[in-house]
């Protein structure tokens, strides 16, 4: 019955991305409820004012196993794509390398036509941003650095995670900006502790790269995954600590901070 199930749900997900089977869902909570310690504690921080995430986005045992599956192929995805990076290549070749390394290993990529999106793989290269669409005609030249940024589905659950590579002789400055935004994903995933808030993320993240001279991007930021490609909540890279979605265990988070180079302009 799961596996029917999950077959159909993929299904659905291949033609629309629309969020997967809910009878499937509804099966695994009713064998593999959420705790009633986290139950109990939500509550009492509701009766506060807190903001809670709806129970659905509470991922049981069975979902997180199905997570973990689909996150450790998007990351030979990316592994592949490592090996193979180099000057002069197009960033068409870099989606044809996510396509068929993912389909080849039984899994499915999740842009491909999601709300329209004409490609396997997100590509883009030096000022822009994220959302960058493979071409032929882009190719990636001396100095670039390139974030590629892959969702991959098994069975049914998402994996999502992007990397930054710096393509032949990149200068310090870029080289830097690399690092220091790893960094800053660094410190938001320490931030990312049970109980903590969504702001605390976005707190850490800012403050450390305001230090450093650089701005973060606002518009846009990571997100909830794992049985639907965006899932609340909204992870901003900026905010205040104590402020926004409390993290309940059990919720599965992007955390992709988007560090430019120069102060913010508002």
Same mark, same amino acid.
């Given at each position: 019955m &799961?596996?029917?199930?999950?077959?159909?749900a993929?299904?659905?997900?291949?033609?629309?991305?629309?969020?997967?089977?809910?009878?499937?869902?509804?099966?695994?909570?009713q064998?593999?409820?959420?705790p *009633?310690?986290?139950?109990?504690? %939500?509550e009492?921080?509701?009766?506060k004012?807190a903001? &809670?995430?709806e129970?659905?986005y509470?991922?049981?045992?069975?979902?997180?196993?199905?997570?973990?599956?689909?996150?450790?192929?998007?990351?030979? +995805?990316?592994? *592949?794509v490592?090996?193979h990076?180099h000057?002069? %290549?197009?960033?068409?070749?870099?989606?044809?390398?996510?396509?068929? !390394?993912?389909e080849k290993?039984?899994?499915?990529?999740a842009?491909?036509?999601?709300?329209? !999106?004409?490609?396997? @793989?997100?590509?883009?290269i030096?000022?822009?941003v994220?959302?960058g669409?493979?071409k032929h005609?882009?190719k990636?030249?001396?100095?670039?650095? #390139?974030?590629?940024?892959?969702?991959?589905? #098994?069975?049914?659950?998402?994996?999502?995670?992007?990397?930054? !590579?710096?393509?032949g002789? @990149?200068?310090e400055?870029?080289?830097?900006? +690399?690092?220091?935004t790893?960094?800053?994903?660094?410190?938001?995933?320490?931030?990312?502790q049970?109980?903590?808030t #969504?702001g605390?993320?976005?707190?850490?993240?800012?403050?450390?790269?305001?230090?450093k001279?650089?701005? #973060?991007?606002?518009?846009?930021?990571?997100?909830?995954?794992?049985?639907e490609?965006? *899932?609340?909540? !909204? +992870?901003?890279?900026?905010?205040?600590?104590?402020?926004?979605? @409390?993290?309940?265990p059990?919720?599965? &988070?992007?955390?992709?901070? %988007?560090?430019? &180079?120069?102060?913010l302009?508002?």
């Amino acid at each position: 019955m &799961l596996s029917e199930l999950v077959a159909l749900a993929v299904q659905q997900n291949r033609k629309t991305g629309c969020k997967m089977d809910l009878k499937l869902w509804q099966e695994i909570d009713q064998n593999e409820s959420i705790p *009633e310690h986290i139950l109990k504690r %939500m509550e009492e921080l509701r009766q506060k004012g807190a903001i &809670l995430p709806e129970e659905k986005y509470i991922k049981r045992p069975t979902m997180i196993e199905g997570i973990r599956k689909a996150s450790l192929l998007n990351k030979q +995805v990316l592994d *592949e794509v490592a090996k193979h990076i180099h000057v002069g %290549m197009s960033t068409q070749e870099i989606d044809d390398i996510v396509k068929d !390394f993912t389909e080849k290993n039984g899994g499915i990529c999740a842009p491909y036509h999601y709300e329209g !999106f004409p490609k396997h @793989v997100c590509t883009s290269i030096n000022s822009v941003v994220c959302h960058g669409i493979p071409k032929h005609i882009q190719k990636l030249h001396d100095g670039d650095i #390139v974030n590629v940024d892959c969702t991959t589905i #098994v069975d049914g659950y998402y994996g999502d995670a992007s990397r930054m !590579f710096c393509v032949g002789n @990149v200068s310090e400055e870029r080289r830097k900006l +690399v690092e220091e935004t790893k960094k800053c994903l660094e410190i938001g995933l320490a931030a990312a502790q049970p109980w903590n808030t #969504v702001g605390d993320i976005g707190y850490a993240i800012q403050k450390y790269a305001t230090s450093k001279g650089y701005s #973060v991007v606002r518009e846009l930021g990571g997100h909830g995954v794992g049985i639907e490609f965006h *899932e609340d909540p !909204f +992870v901003a890279h900026v905010g205040k600590k104590g402020t926004g979605m @409390v993290l309940v265990p059990g919720m599965i &988070l992007t955390i992709e901070p %988007m560090i430019n &180079l120069g102060k913010l302009r508002l």
